[in-house]
């Protein structure tokens, strides 16, 4: 049973355009979101994260947009570069436990066309 | 400053037989966890230990995985009588101590393992 689902699977994206990525979760005890990159050959790196007492998130190009009512949130990738191409996971923790156990989603395969 | 390093970078190994995986934390770290990565799919959590303590080890996923810190820094995760299901990027990640869900948690490369 996968707890976080994430869509697409893969994704192409013209330079300069918006890259968008989404992902749901059934756990409503879930309260922290992080989304990673990871490049091949390389362990994910965390790029931004949420919590669910915000709605959006934006640090430089990279936008995470949270809808608690519907248990889901994306990333947004604006004026999308052939360096971000990548692929990113999305990733839900629960405060139950004392660290972050994180559940992470299957990941989407970005490839920005220059 | 050094990140997670992890060794050894690629493991091919022969059904049955035993292999062991390293994992360096970022100094002062005392948190450390273990994911396996299978191919086209996300981390899944395996093991988190808090110092010396192996705190939570419901992701392993059966008795032929242990894994042990036992002087609150390097990790081994310990693989006895490999399947050729235990192929996968077996990831280490290390974080600051603590309950903050701020705490991040910072990755090494990974160790692929390659069970024939």
């Known amino acids: 049973q996968q707890q976080v689902k994430q869509s697409p699977q893969s994704l192409i994206v013209q330079k300069g355009g918006i890259s968008i990525i989404n992902c749901a979760y059934e756990n409503t005890a879930f309260d922290y979101f992080p989304w990673y990159q990871q490049f091949p050959g390389k362990g994910p790196a965390l790029l931004i994260a949420i919590r669910p007492d915000v709605s959006e998130k934006k640090e430089g190009r990279f936008t995470i947009s949270f809808n608690k009512s519907a248990k889901q949130f994306s990333l947004h990738i604006m004026d999308s570069q052939p360096g971000d191409s990548a692929t990113y996971f999305c990733?839900?923790?629960?405060?139950?436990?004392?660290?972050?156990?994180?559940?992470f989603g299957s990941g989407t395969k970005l490839n920005v066309k220059p | 400053g050094a990140g997670v390093s992890q060794t050894p970078s690629n493991k091919v190994t022969e059904k049955g037989k035993y292999v062991e995986l390293r994992c360096d934390p970022i100094s002062g770290h005392t948190a450390l966890y273990w994911y396996r990565q299978s191919l086209g799919q996300g981390p899944e959590f395996l093991i988190y230990f808090q110092g010396t303590g192996a705190a939570d080890d419901s992701g392993l996923p059966n008795d032929r995985f242990f894994a042990v810190r036992p002087e609150g820094s390097v990790s081994t995760l310990k693989i006895q009588r490999t399947e050729r299901g235990d192929s996968a990027v077996y990831l280490c990640?290390?974080?600051?101590?603590?309950?903050?869900?701020?705490?991040?948690?910072?990755f090494g490369p990974g160790t692929r393992l390659t069970v024939l």
């Open positions: 990640a290390s974080s600051l101590a603590g309950p903050s869900s701020m705490n991040e948690q910072f």
């Open positions: 990733a839900a923790s629960n405060p139950l436990y004392n660290f972050n156990k994180f559940y």
